[in-house]
């Protein structure tokens, strides 16, 4: 069952990078002809991520992330992705239990009462255990920064405070406090009921703007657990700075600062002025490198044209 979002992977990344609070009046933001805002300035495309962060808004930070002749090319891509392996009968019983589970009534307490044996190991083991896959997994993610060849050595050092400032979290975090657990269930549950999903086949089959707004559902369900295991994603998000720190013509760079867990960070990001609004260069980049590919992986009309007159000719 493929149920991904690859499609938009690399946009939303993108505008996490790009997030930080300013005036919506001084920073200048139009309206495109879809209705998507269009960000008439560097600092702009920046308010205009961080307000769709804290309105738990996945689809306004993807749709105005890229520029609007762009969005085509990811509807195309997610249609794509969607019908790319037929749904086995096997598939459609996992997700249909799956829904179940989730959604019937009562589902909260029946989990519950399904994991609470249990429960007592699972906090004997991770008292033990927990501590050593913490440092296991911060050493293997440093290891992987250290090893990408695309990040300078600045970005190297953010990069490994980052994963430091999300270890002091985790390491704190109360993952099997009982309490927390049961609420965890719920709020997993009231997400998959508000998403309204009735099968497979209806998820596949999902336009790509529906599909996003169901992932508002489910970027705030991430937003509330994170925040469950005591995770401060509002103190994040307020703690937020920006400041443009070079833009010549319809090139800019900004710097955006923040605070983690008392851990200063900070991000700088390359953006573009295409089509009136300011985005994200890495995602034009890539989105317009997959498009070429697209193009060049299709035979042209002219090459169609040529072939037929050539059968013309040996006829």
């Given at each position: 069952?493929?149920?991904?979002?690859?499609?938009?992977?690399f946009?939303?990344?993108?505008?996490?990078?790009?997030?930080?609070?300013?005036?919506?009046?001084?920073?200048g933001?139009?309206?495109a002809?879809?209705?998507?805002?269009?960000?008439?300035?560097?600092?702009a495309?920046?308010?205009?991520?961080?307000?769709?962060?804290?309105?738990?808004d996945?689809?306004?930070?993807?749709?105005?992330?890229?520029?609007?002749?762009?969005?085509?090319?990811?509807?195309?891509?997610?249609?794509?992705?969607?019908?790319?392996?037929?749904?086995?009968?096997?598939?459609?019983?996992?997700?249909?239990?799956?829904l179940?589970?989730?959604?019937?009534?009562?589902?909260?307490?029946?989990?519950?009462?399904?994991v609470?044996?249990?429960?007592?190991?699972?906090?004997?083991?991770?008292?033990?255990?927990?501590?050593?896959?913490?440092g296991?997994?911060?050493?293997?993610l440093g290891?992987?920064?250290?090893?990408?060849?695309?990040?300078?050595?600045?970005?190297?050092?953010?990069?490994?405070?980052?994963i430091?400032?999300?270890?002091?979290?985790?390491?704190?975090?109360?993952?099997?406090?009982?309490?927390?657990?049961?609420k965890?269930?719920?709020?997993?549950?009231?997400?998959?009921?508000?998403?309204?999903?009735?099968?497979l086949?209806?998820?596949?089959?999902?336009?790509f703007?529906?599909?996003?707004?169901?992932g508002?559902?489910?970027?705030?369900?991430?937003?509330?657990?994170?925040?469950?295991y005591?995770?401060?994603?509002?103190?994040?998000?307020?703690?937020?700075?920006?400041e443009?720190?070079?833009?010549?013509?319809?090139?800019?760079?900004?710097?955006?600062?923040?605070?983690?867990f008392?851990?200063?960070?900070?991000?700088?990001?390359?953006?573009?002025?295409?089509?009136?609004?300011?985005?994200?260069?890495?995602?034009?980049?890539?989105?317009?490198?997959?498009?070429?590919?697209?193009?060049?992986?299709?035979?042209?009309?002219?090459?169609?044209?040529?072939?037929g007159s050539?059968?013309?000719?040996?006829?």
């Open positions: 069952m493929r149920l991904t979002l690859k499609p938009l992977a946009v939303a990344l993108s505008c996490l990078a790009l997030t930080a609070c300013k005036d919506e009046e001084s920073a933001v139009g309206s002809k879809s209705g998507v805002k269009v960000a008439e300035s560097p600092l495309a920046v308010d205009a991520n961080i307000e769709a962060l804290k309105n738990n996945l689809k306004a930070l993807v749709l105005s992330s890229v520029p609007p002749s762009m969005t085509e090319h990811l509807r195309a891509k997610w249609k794509s992705e969607m019908n790319q392996d037929p749904i086995t009968e096997e598939d459609r019983a996992k997700f249909a239990e799956a179940t589970m989730l959604t019937a009534p009562g589902a909260e307490q029946k989990i519950w009462t399904d609470q044996p249990k429960f007592a190991e699972w906090q004997k083991e991770a008292q033990f255990q927990m501590p050593m896959y913490i296991i997994g911060q050493g293997m290891s992987m920064v250290d090893g990408n060849e695309d990040l300078t050595e600045a970005q190297k050092t953010q990069a490994k405070a980052g430091g400032a999300f270890g002091t979290w985790a390491s704190s975090a109360k993952f099997l406090d009982a309490d927390l657990a049961q965890s269930i719920g709020i997993v549950c009231h997400a998959a009921r508000e998403m309204k999903l009735e099968s086949d209806q998820a596949r089959a999902m336009p703007d529906e599909a996003l707004e169901k508002n559902i489910a970027f705030k369900a991430t937003r509330d657990l994170l925040d469950n005591g995770f401060p994603t509002n103190d994040v998000l307020k703690s937020l700075k920006s443009v720190i070079a833009q010549n013509g319809d090139t800019a760079k900004v710097k955006v600062t923040y605070q983690m008392g851990t200063p960070l900070e991000v700088e990001s390359d953006l573009v002025k295409l089509e009136g609004g300011w985005y994200s260069k890495e995602s034009v980049e890539k989105i317009r490198a997959e498009m070429n590919g697209s193009a060049n992986s299709e035979p042209s009309p002219d090459a169609d044209a040529a072939e050539d059968e013309s000719a040996e006829g």
